[in-house]
Nanobody, 115 residues
Framework: QVQVVESGGGVVQPGGSLRLSCAAS????????MTWYRQAPGKERELVAR????????NYADSVKGRFTISRDNAKNTVYLQMSSLKPEDTAVYYC????????WGQGTQVTVSS
């Protein structure tokens, strides 16, 4: 049974930092590209950051470049999203996706940036 579980969300003040984690089980994690998406109320889900399998190449949404960093630890079957200089517009539910031959989603974790 495949499970994708996000954690690390919470409430943070503008300018603060959070680190999200996404642990996957039931898959050969190293073969999967891992992507963080987010969805704010009333908006469509958008790609935030992606890291490939193998070489671990990364790409980011323009809105988070220079502030967010995606990384992976294949030994722990976990992908991370380090978020810094957070803004109120970063408030959203953050979802983790694992993509190879199939696509698996987590349940999401809420991030709220507010003073």
């Amino acid at each position: 049974q495949v499970q994708v579980v996000e954690s690390g969300g919470g409430v943070v003040q503008p300018g603060g930092s959070l680190r999200l984690s996404c642990a996957a089980s039931g898959i050969t994690f190293s073969r999967y590209a891992m992507t963080w998406y987010r969805q704010a109320p009333g908006k469509e889900r958008e790609l935030v950051a992606r890291i490939t399998s193998g070489s671990g190449m990364t790409n980011y949404a323009d809105s988070v470049k220079g502030r967010f960093t995606i990384s992976r630890d294949n030994a722990k079957n976990t992908v991370y999203l380090q978020m810094s200089s957070l803004k109120p517009e970063d408030t959203a539910v953050y979802y983790c996706n694992a993509q190879y031959l199939s696509s698996y989603w987590g349940q999401g974790t809420q991030v709220t940036v507010s003073s």
